[in-house]
T-cell receptor, first 113, second 118 residues
Framework: GNSVTQMEGPVTLSEEAFLTINCTYTATGYPSLFWYVQYPGEGLQLLLKATKADDKGSNKGFEATYRKETTSFHLEKGSVQVSDSAVYFCALSGADSNYQLIWGAGTKLIIKP | GAVVSQHPSRVICKSGTSVKIECRSLDFQATTMFWYRQFPKKSLMLMATSNEGSKATYEQGVEKDKFLINHASLTLSTLTVTSAHPEDSSFYIC??????????????FGPGTRLLVL
């Protein structure tokens, strides 16, 4: 079945550091890929998405590229801020799972000033 | 656009009482709504999927008589936790989807409801 694996956290970085959170997936067909962010005490927000191979999703300085050859969708940001501290979830959705979201375990990101 | 609200945001209740949580899509019609449960420091667990006008489809291990879901209209779904017990304490999150808004693959999430059963 479909699955998503993302790096375990917490990930602790200093402000202005470069961020990478790894995400790989297993899926049949051609799923869409997502990154969701959950700030402390809040619900989930869609951060970015990509619907086909080689697409790059981007938002708020974050970006991720849909790599079919490596089945990856790594999240990157060039210079993180304290306000980026949150839990980040990688997810996929496809027709073969009736478009239900398949979630990674989440990665907690802590940015220190 | 694509805003989903939940009410209440936080509720404390006594064991044995029932609690109703509302999920509304504010600016689009949600043909499908999902209810999730999130345990501390864990990912989301899908509880059930509801389509407007039909019965909800529950995931394996979720008691449908305990977690009553009603998708009354294209903008409102409710989750009622019946005879709540302390082990039902959790963060409940709904999401909504409409094919005309973001496609079949995109869900928009509410802010969540934190339930504490004493």
């Amino acid at each position: 079945g479909n699955s998503v694996t993302q790096m375990e956290g917490p990930v602790t970085l200093s402000e202005e550091a470069f961020l990478t959170i790894n995400c790989t997936y297993t899926a049949t067909g051609y799923p869409s890929l997502f990154w969701y962010v959950q700030y402390p005490g809040e619900g989930l927000q869609l951060l970015l998405k990509a619907t086909k191979a080689d697409d790059k999703g981007s938002n708020k300085g974050f970006e991720a590229t849909y790599r079919k050859e490596t089945t990856s969708f790594h999240l990157e940001k060039g210079s993180v801020q304290v306000s980026d501290s949150a839990v980040y979830f990688c997810a996929l959705s496809g027709a073969d799972s009736n478009y239900q979201l398949i979630w990674g375990a989440g990665t907690k990101l802590i940015i220190k000033p | 656009g694509a805003v989903v609200s939940q009410h209440p945001s936080r509720v404390i209740c006594k064991s044995g009482t029932s609690v109703k949580i509302e999920c509304r899509s504010l600016d689009f019609q949600a043909t499908t709504m999902f209810w999730y449960r999130q345990f501390p420091k864990k990912s989301l667990m899908l509880m059930a999927t509801s389509n407007e006008g039909s019965k909800a489809t529950y995931e394996q291990g979720v008691e449908k008589d305990k977690f009553l879901i009603n998708h009354a209209s294209l903008t409102l779904s409710t989750l009622t936790v019946t005879s709540a017990h302390p082990e039902d304490s959790s963060f409940y999150i709904c999401s909504a989807r409409d094919a005309s808004v973001g496609g079949l693959e995109t869900q928009y999430f509410g802010p969540g409801t934190r339930l504490l059963v004493l």
